[in-house]
């Protein structure tokens, strides 16, 4: 942050804390529309090794293919960091995905958001988000537990 970058508030920082948690539990409960609202209309979702989705339509529309795969994807976020910067906000946040079913416990993905926040009408959104994994993808879906009867 140069001198010349307007500092956050408390209250506008608090503003994109609360988006990690929002975007978790939407994607989570496979609310779609309202996930896709957490962004500009020509947000941007970057994977590493995939194919950018652009704008609320298609971040929607990957949120409902999750769903279809099935339920009981959880995302825990932590050690999140914000800071102002020229366009707004930037953030970085380590991101944890499980998928929890009836008898076991399973790695989605482990990784890293790499965030740029704008302020709009309707309070802070997501400009773009950058996940970039830490585990390879062949431990995608690895049993981590299993319950036993």
Known sequence: ?????????????QEIIDLYARYSHAFDEGRADELAA?????????????????????LAALVRAAAERGPGMRHLVSNILVEASEAGARGQAYALAL????????????GRYDD????TPEGWRLRVRRFTPFVPA??????LAVTVS
Do not use: I, K
Request: aromatic share 8%.
């Open 38 to 58: 957490l962004f500009t209309e020509d947000g941007v979702f970057e994977r590493e090794g995939a194919a950018p989705v652009v704008g609320r339509d298609g």
């Open 138 to 143: 062949v431990l995608a879906n690895a049993v």
């Open 1 to 13: 942050m140069t001198s010349t970058t307007p500092r956050l508030t408390c209250d506008q920082r």
């Open 116 to 119: 740029e926040f704008v302020p």
């Open 99 to 110: 998928v929890v079913g009836d008898t076991d416990l399973r790695l989605a993905t482990f």
